[in-house]
């Protein structure tokens, strides 16, 4: 074999390895920085009239999941036969539920509101629904317009 050979097929060699080591630490990179959402699964809602005996509550818990970890979650009822419709911008501004880790970057999340008698005589009878803004530590945030549906009753 000549060196004519011999050197480009050295030289093709590093050139191919520079090649492949490049690609290696490029697809490390995309998959380092991919951006995730954070997920709100497992949600459910449940709501308790009031009695003689004392208070009702409305209570919806989740768990809710981001690789940054779980800044905050925002969480609203409202009425099925309303013509609300609460959208991302203003859940930002209503009730927030507390979250504790349960584990690396995995949050349970519940929100509790007590519900006087004097509260649940104004509340619409029927299907209600929860929406929810989760809010990851990086500040990432997935929005779920119906998380959960649940019933009121007298």
Do not use: H
Request: aromatic share 6%; with cysteine; glycine share 8%.
């Amino acid at each position: 074999m000549s060196k004519r050979v011999l050197v480009p097929s050295v030289l093709g060699a590093v050139v191919l390895g520079a090649v492949v080591l490049g690609a290696v630490t490029a697809g490390g990179y995309a998959t380092a920085s991919t951006v995730t959402e954070p997920t709100v699964e497992n949600g459910s809602a449940d709501y308790v009239a009031p009695s003689r005996q004392g208070a009702g509550k409305l209570s919806y818990t989740a768990d809710v999941s981001d690789d940054s970890g779980v800044r905050e979650v925002r969480v609203i009822a409202w009425p099925a036969s309303s013509e609300l419709d609460p959208t991302e911008a203003e859940t930002r501004y209503v009730d927030e539920a507390t979250c504790r880790g349960t584990s690396d970057g995995t949050s349970r999340c519940t929100y509790t509101l007590e519900v006087t008698r004097r509260d649940a005589s104004d509340l619409a009878e029927g299907a209600w629904y929860v929406s929810v803004l989760a809010t990851a530590e990086d500040g990432d945030t997935t929005f779920v317009p119906r998380a959960a549906t649940f019933d009121v009753t007298r």
